[in-house]
T-cell receptor, first 114, second 118 residues
């Protein structure tokens, strides 16, 4: 079953604009991670945010986490054509086993037009 | 450092045939994962190893899928016999994270094997 659901499913913007993607999940988590996948390639880790953190930055990326609403957002500022990819949120659900298992959402497909 | 290696990159087989995928994780990573990613969906965990033991195989279709990680390094995933619905990309990932700790860590993914079952 899918834990995370991304919104929107697809997003098309012009180069230089900001892109915001949202993720909602259902159960308590240890952490939430964002990954990028270019067409036909494997996934690349972007950011990990722990349940006791509210915001995290990495270069042009900003991730927020609201555990009371069970939601997260990924903001990409000053987008570039090279940011064109699918973006997935993945949750590490809190539980008795704490295996570190990630459950991925369906992803947001971002197209950045030059 | 070298990334996660997978082979083959592409495989086309007929239904009811068998197929095997190989993964070599990043050196020193205790945990290895196999995911199935169907077109248009996010990856779904099939099996998770910590060293050479299975941590989670709850979503592995055990009647046709098997996996092993001998010596706690390389891993193989096998499908026998394959069905049309097994057409997907099979991703291998590894991490330094350990089960039971509850901290979690990022996963490093290989390029995947694209399987087409006809």
């Amino acid at each position: 079953s899918q834990q995370g659901e991304e919104d929107p499913q697809a997003l098309s913007i012009q180069e230089g604009e900001n892109a915001t993607m949202n993720c909602s999940y259902k159960t308590s988590i240890n952490n939430l991670q964002w990954y990028r996948q270019n067409s036909g390639r494997g996934l690349v880790h972007l950011i990990l945010i722990r349940s006791n953190e509210r915001e995290k930055h990495s270069g042009r990326l900003r991730v927020t986490l609201d555990t009371s609403k069970k939601s997260s957002s990924l903001l990409i500022t000053a987008s570039r054509a090279a940011d064109t990819a699918s973006y997935f949120c993945a949750t590490d659900a809190r539980g008795s086993s704490n295996t570190g298992k990630l459950i991925f959402g369906q992803g947001t497909t971002l197209q950045v037009k030059p | 450092e070298a990334g996660v290696a997978q082979s083959p990159r592409y495989k086309i087989i007929e239904k009811r045939q068998s197929v095997a995928f190989w993964c070599n994780p990043i050196s020193g990573h205790a945990t290895l994962y196999w995911y199935q990613q169907i077109l248009g969906q996010g990856p779904k965990l099939l099996i998770q190893f910590q060293n050479n033991g299975v941590v989670d195989d709850s979503q592995l279709p055990k009647d046709r899928f098997s996996a092993e990680r001998l010596k706690g390094v390389d891993s193989t995933l096998k499908i026998q016999p394959a069905k049309l619905e097994d057409s997907a990309v099979y991703l291998c990932a590894s991490s330094t994270g350990l089960a039971g700790v509850g901290l979690g860590s990022e996963q490093y993914f290989g390029p995947g094997t694209r399987l087409t079952v006809t």
